[in-house]
Structures are given as structure tokens and as C-alpha cells.
């Protein structure tokens, strides 16, 4: 492509084409600004979302760069400018050619880093997804990193295959050195593309700890318990524990309420009246509707459970103990017992018994008294 461009200026003497190209590269720059995203800032501003604003915000200035420094390349590759310098032509492409390329290749890998990260970014806040920013950011930054660094070696000609064996090695003895890190970092990635969890979910580990996700980073996620205590817990060990997620696939969760009543209860009026209770505590939904279930006969009980749904997992206590209080101050004023366990203890009255004691006399015998030692015969 660059042959065809320095082709189309032969014929022309160094100043004639040291003018045509500026005037090319300054039209192409303001035309780019003026012009095209001008017009593409129009376009966009007629959308309900926001990263097309992001896209053509992020890439305004690469564009323009481009465009003025493409020009100042091509303006070093053309024959008759290269003739006339009083330079070395190799050394007009290190002072003037390569460091145009390589401005434009960081340029655009700031652009292309800074667009994805606002792009990942804007989708976590609006859809209040998995906060993948720090994961997948940080391996987004990297690829950029390595891909930035090996065109700009090729660029200035230098060999890299020694590199590759040298970062080969470093790579080695950093993952022995860092293998905790990358187990961490890697069981990050894991868990965003199981969908494990995400910010704001009620998680429950096979440990018992359990809380709402509040970050979620690189090396560790962090927990709040409900006693408003932060607990980090390391990605590998999430990503090999067994993590109950009771916030998905919906928030609202079922609320069990044992209870016993007397046998001999009325099962059709003490149902009717635990469904009005539960129906009655705002923190229940209404749908779906709250039932009564008869469990299993106890031995002094009908054993009952009061089924309830709340609109998520952090509700439930406080939902059980509200309706305890309920059930409690209803069964009482029904007039419906709830059984618990009774002991009757009778205690008899007491009898004098005759006790030997060592010191006492022996009892006497036909012969006569029995002395201590002796045989009777």
C-alpha cells in the first residue's frame, strides 16, 4: 500500500511533494474532525444508548493523529524527498518515519484500551451485571500491552525471538512464584463465565459463610455478612467450594414456619387462620399465595408448616420472626393450644429403715452373745 501512495508522487520535485503530502495530511485531519465525527456524533446522538458515544468519544483523537502523522511517513517514503535530504535515508527513517508510526500505534492502543474498559464499565453499571471490570479489564490491558510492544519491536527492527525464550523462563518462575495469584486471577475469570454470582447476590459457601457480593476483584471476592462484617474470600476457593447463589434465578425466596398444634384442633379453621396471618404481614408477597401444610403426626403435635414467599433471601428472619409473633397472638386468642412436652413428677412419702450400724452390739444367740472373732458353733 505505501509503494502505490510514494508512486503517485513521481514527477513531482521534493518541495512540490513535501507540500502536496502536508496539505493532504492537514485536510484528511481537519476533515476528520469537521466532518466525520461530526457527523457521526449526529448519528449517534439520536440513540438511546450510550456506547456508540463511548466509540466515537474514545477513537477522535486516534483518528486525527492518524491522519496527520500518516502523512508524515508517507512524506519519507516518497523517492524524490529521500534524494534531496542532506541525511542519510535511513536515518531520515529514524528521525522522522518510525517515530510517526510508533506514535500512531500508542495512540491507538490507549484508544482501543480506554474504549473497552468505559465499554465494560457502562455495561456493568446499567445492566447490574457480574463486576467483570477488574478481570476482564486487566486482561484486555495485557493483550493491548503485548500487542503494542511486539509492533513496535518489529517496527524499529528488532528481533524478538530471543525475547519470546527469555519472557518463556520469566513466565515459568513467576507462576511457581505467583501460583497462588494466578490460581486467584484464573478462578476470577471462571467464575464470570459460569455466572457463579454476581454484585448484590446473597451467597451461601459450604463453609456456612454467607453475605452479599460488594466487590468483586481479581484476586478475591468480598462478602457482607449480615452482621455487617466484610469477609475476602479468595476466587480459587470460590471456584472450588460449593456456592449457593440465593439470589438467582430470581430474588424472592420461600419462607418455612414450623409449627405444632394440639390434636383435636379444628385443621380447617387453624389453616384458614395461619394463611390470614402470613397474608397479613407486609413482608410476604402476595403471590404466590401463602399455603398450610400438615407435615407429619407428632407425638403430642400435628406438625404444620407455614409456607410464605419474601422478595429476597436477606428478608427471611426478619419475615419468620414477624410471623411467629403473629401466629402466637392469634393461636391465643382462638383459643388453639400449642402443644409442648409436660412431666408429671409424684413424689412418695419417706419410711424409717433400720440401718446397721459397725459400732452396734451383735444380736445374742441361744448360747450367748456372739463376740467379734470367735466361731459359733
Excluded at 155 to 182: N, R
Amino acid at each position: 500500500m505505501i509503494p502505490s501512495l510514494t508512486g503517485a508522487f513521481e514527477g513531482f520535485t521534493a518541495v512540490e511533494a513535501t507540500v502536496a503530502v502536508l496539505l493532504i495530511s492537514v485536510v484528511a485531519a481537519v476533515g476528520m474532525e469537521f466532518v466525520v465525527l461530526r457527523v457521526a456524533r449526529r448519528y449517534v446522538a439520536t440513540t438511546d444508548g450510550e456506547y456508540d458515544d463511548i466509540v466515537i468519544g474514545s477513537l477522535r483523537a486516534p483518528l486525527v493523529v492518524t491522519a496527520a502523522l500518516a502523512g508524515v511517513y508517507v512524506l519519507t517514503q516518497v523517492p524524490a524527498v529521500r534524494a534531496s535530504v542532506v541525511v542519510d535515508p535511513g536515518l531520515l527513517d529514524d528521525l522522522f518515519g518510525r517515530p510517526s508510526l510508533s506514535v500512531v500505534i500508542l495512540v491507538w492502543a490507549y484508544a482501543a484500551n480506554a474504549v473497552v474498559n468505559r465499554l465494560v464499565a457502562a455495561v456493568n453499571a446499567e445492566e447490574n451485571r457480574f463486576d467483570f471490570a477488574p478481570v476482564f479489564s486487566n486482561v484486555w490491558s495485557l493483550a493491548v500491552l503485548v500487542g503494542s510492544v511486539g509492533s513496535l519491536l518489529w517496527l524499529w527492527g528488532i528481533e524478538i525471538t530471543p525475547l519470546l525464550g527469555a519472557a518463556g523462563v520469566a513466565g515459568i518462575a513467576v507462576g511457581f512464584a505467583a501460583k497462588d495469584t494466578v490460581a486467584n486471577f484464573f478462578g476470577g475469570i471462571a467464575l464470570y463465565f459460569d455466572d457463579t454470582y454476581k454484585i448484590g447476590d446473597y451467597i451461601v459457601l459450604d463453609d456456612g459463610t454467607a453475605g452479599t457480593v460488594i466487590k468483586v476483584g481479581v484476586r478475591s471476592t468480598t462478602l457482607l455478612t449480615r452482621d455487617e462484617v466484610m469477609v475476602t474470600v479468595p476466587n480459587a476457593a470460590l471456584n472450588a467450594a460449593k456456592v449457593t447463589n440465593e439470589s438467582a434465578p430470581q430474588r424472592r425466596r420461600r419462607v418455612r414456619v414450623p409449627i405444632g398444634v394440639a390434636y383435636g384442633t379444628d385443621v380447617d379453621a387453624f389453616e384458614a387462620l395461619a394463611i390470614d396471618v402470613a397474608l397479613a404481614e407486609p413482608l410476604v408477597l402476595d403471590s404466590p399465595k401463602p399455603r398450610a401444610r400438615l407435615r407429619s403426626f407428632g407425638d403430642s403435635a400435628l406438625q404444620y408448616e407455614l409456607l410464605c414467599w419474601v422478595k429476597g433471601p436477606t428478608r427471611r428472619r426478619r419475615a419468620q420472626h414477624e410471623i411467629n409473633r403473629a401466629l402466637y397472638k392469634g393461636l391465643s386468642d382462638a383459643g388453639i393450644e400449642i402443644p409442648y412436652p409436660k412431666r408429671d413428677v409424684t413424689i412418695g412419702g419417706g419410711r424409717d429403715l433400720d440401718v446397721a450400724r459397725p459400732d452396734a452390739p451383735r444380736p445374742a444367740t441361744a448360747d450367748g452373745p456372739v463376740s467379734d472373732g470367735e466361731d459359733a458353733d
